[in-house]
């Protein structure tokens, strides 16, 4: 089976989940939509492919990022850097919800296992071993990751943060943690999985920005009691 084919077959199974998880048959996107069901359910069972025209329409009724249906049909989707944050944590919350409700993976995914990984990998990241994995292998991973996600160019972020040498040791572990997380192909997860496969990689990253940002609220000086 070709590259091409395999996506169209992961479009397919998203859109049956998505139908589900909103409660709608494929008649009534067809209404909604304007699209024939005859075409939606060929392109729901592999059987067409589906046009940007189609996945544009699907994006907005069925209420997820246009871009994660683009990349699961088999598009290259350029996110630009303006939009991304944005489409990274609607792509988690819309994929999640979907993940769920379809038991696409079965009970074995979820949220607190993200947390438990990623505090192995910390402690990891501080031990030379650790460093020399992100050192030599962050950048391989990064080139076959490709266009999978914005979520990318914030561990690039990381990435150029932990090679600094003046980054605390309680940063590098944090940041080392998720880096690793990435290049592990242990992942909870596995990547293989399209377009699942790194939604807990890009939940990770989510995940370490806010702990980054709260340890930077705690180091600003605090001006309440100032006279």
């Given at each position: 089976?070709?590259?091409?084919?395999?996506?169209?077959?992961?479009?397919?199974?998203?859109?049956?989940?998505?139908?589900?998880?909103?409660?709608?048959?494929?008649?009534?996107?067809?209404?909604?939509?304007?699209?024939?069901?005859?075409?939606?359910?060929?392109?729901?069972?592999?059987?067409?492919?589906?046009?940007?025209?189609?996945?544009?329409?699907?994006?907005?009724?069925?209420?997820?990022?246009?871009?994660?249906?683009?990349?699961?049909?088999?598009?290259?989707?350029?996110?630009?850097?303006?939009?991304?944050?944005?489409?990274?944590?609607?792509?988690?919350?819309?994929?999640?919800?979907?993940?769920?409700?379809?038991?696409?993976?079965?009970?074995?995914?979820?949220?607190?296992?993200?947390?438990?990984?990623?505090?192995?990998?910390?402690?990891?990241?501080?031990?030379?071993?650790?460093?020399?994995?992100?050192?030599?292998?962050?950048?391989?991973?990064?080139?076959?990751?490709?266009?999978?996600g914005p979520?990318?160019?914030?561990?690039?972020?990381?990435?150029?943060?932990?090679?600094?040498?003046?980054?605390?040791?309680?940063?590098?572990?944090?940041?080392?943690?998720?880096?690793?997380?990435?290049?592990?192909?242990?992942?909870?997860?596995?990547?293989?999985?399209f377009p699942?496969?790194?939604?807990?990689?890009?939940?990770?990253?989510?995940?370490?920005?806010?702990?980054?940002?709260?340890?930077?609220?705690?180091?600003?000086?605090?001006?309440?009691?100032?006279?």
């Amino acid at each position: 089976m070709s590259t091409s084919n395999n996506k169209n077959q992961n479009l397919g199974e998203l859109l049956k989940a998505l139908l589900k998880k909103r409660s709608l048959s494929m008649r009534k996107l067809s209404l909604a939509t304007g699209i024939d069901t005859a075409t939606i359910s060929r392109i729901a069972n592999n059987k067409q492919q589906a046009k940007p025209s189609h996945i544009k329409l699907f994006s907005q009724h069925l209420q997820v990022p246009e871009a994660t249906l683009l990349q699961s049909a088999g598009y290259d989707v350029e996110i630009t850097a303006k939009g991304a944050q944005n489409d990274m944590y609607d792509s988690i919350n819309s994929i999640n919800e979907v993940l769920v409700s379809s038991k696409f993976l079965g009970d074995q995914f979820n949220i607190v296992k993200v947390h438990e990984e990623l505090a192995k990998y910390e402690q990891y990241a501080l031990t030379e071993e650790g460093k020399q994995k992100i050192l030599k292998e962050f950048k391989t991973k990064v080139e076959e990751v490709k266009g999978a996600g914005p979520f990318i160019n914030e561990l690039k972020k990381m990435h150029k943060s932990f090679c600094e040498e003046d980054i605390s040791i309680e940063k590098r572990s944090i940041i080392g943690g998720v880096l690793l997380y990435f290049i592990s192909s242990t992942d909870i997860i596995p990547d293989y999985v399209f377009p699942f496969g790194y939604l807990d990689d890009a939940i990770a990253v989510q995940i370490i920005i806010e702990r980054l940002k709260k340890i930077e609220d705690l180091s600003k000086p605090n001006d309440e009691y100032e006279v």
